[in-house]
T-cell receptor
């Protein structure tokens, strides 16, 4: 079945690097996503990676994809207190009656940044 | 663009009452999603629509829950009768695929959520 798993909590000190891990199930998923949820708000797309890539870098963010192990990670360099949030990875759900925009979200990882 | 709009932002009701949550998607988006978020169960997809038609309602917990999308700019999620275990934050999201192919790139835009408390 479709299941995306993440560790629930990560605590880091300001200035350190954070690494949030995710395992997914659908090897046919063409895109994989990271969403960020700040307190009291909805989710926002943070970054994504196409499945034929191993790595994608975007300023302080680095996404690593290991397709063999179905493992996705998000590294945040020089973590700031403003990065404190819940981070969700997501893959596409199985097509239902044709095309789909359904995403399967992970359990979310709460990142706490200590000053 | 105002983004996805949800109302009310907070709702407190008593067990047994009917609750209606509302959502206005981003103009031009043809997919609309309803999610529920709780500490225990995380983020759950309840139902989603494509061009106002329900596509997958397998996440709707039980018959007390119903969702409608009478037109492209409005959707409701109704709970009747409500129970304390329905207390959660309910999110609406919308998207518009760049290509018609399954699993093509898509970004879902989330509303701010409705925090529902059933006493």
């Amino acid at each position: 079945g479709e299941d995306v798993e993440q560790s629930l909590f990560l605590s880091v000190r300001e200035g350190d690097s954070s690494v949030i891990n995710c395992t997914y199930t659908d090897s046919s998923s063409t895109y994989l996503y990271w969403y960020k949820q700040e307190p009291g708000a909805g989710l926002q797309l943070l970054t994504y990676i196409f499945s034929n890539m191993d790595m994608k870098q975007d300023q302080r963010l680095t996404v690593l994809l290991n397709k063999k192990d179905k493992h996705l990670s998000l590294r945040i360099a020089d973590t700031q207190t403003g990065d404190s949030a819940i981070y969700f990875c997501a893959e596409h759900g199985a097509p239902y009656g044709g095309a789909t925009n359904k995403l399967i979200f992970g359990t979310g990882t709460l990142l706490a940044v200590q000053p | 663009d105002a983004g996805v709009i949800q109302s009310p932002r907070h709702e407190v009701t008593e067990m047994g009452q009917e609750v209606t949550l509302r959502c206005k998607p981003i103009s031009g988006h043809d997919y609309l999603f309803w999610y529920r978020q709780t500490m225990m169960r995380g983020l759950e997809l309840l139902i989603y629509f494509n061009n106002n038609v329900p596509i997958d309602d397998s996440g709707m917990p039980e018959d007390r829950f119903s969702a409608k999308m009478p037109n492209a700019s409005f959707s409701t999620l109704k709970i009747q009768p409500s129970e304390p275990r329905d207390s959660a934050v309910y999110f609406c999201a919308s998207s518009s695929p760049g290509r018609a192919a399954p699993s093509s790139y898509t970004e879902q835009f989330f509303g701010p959520g409705t925090r529902l408390t059933v006493l």
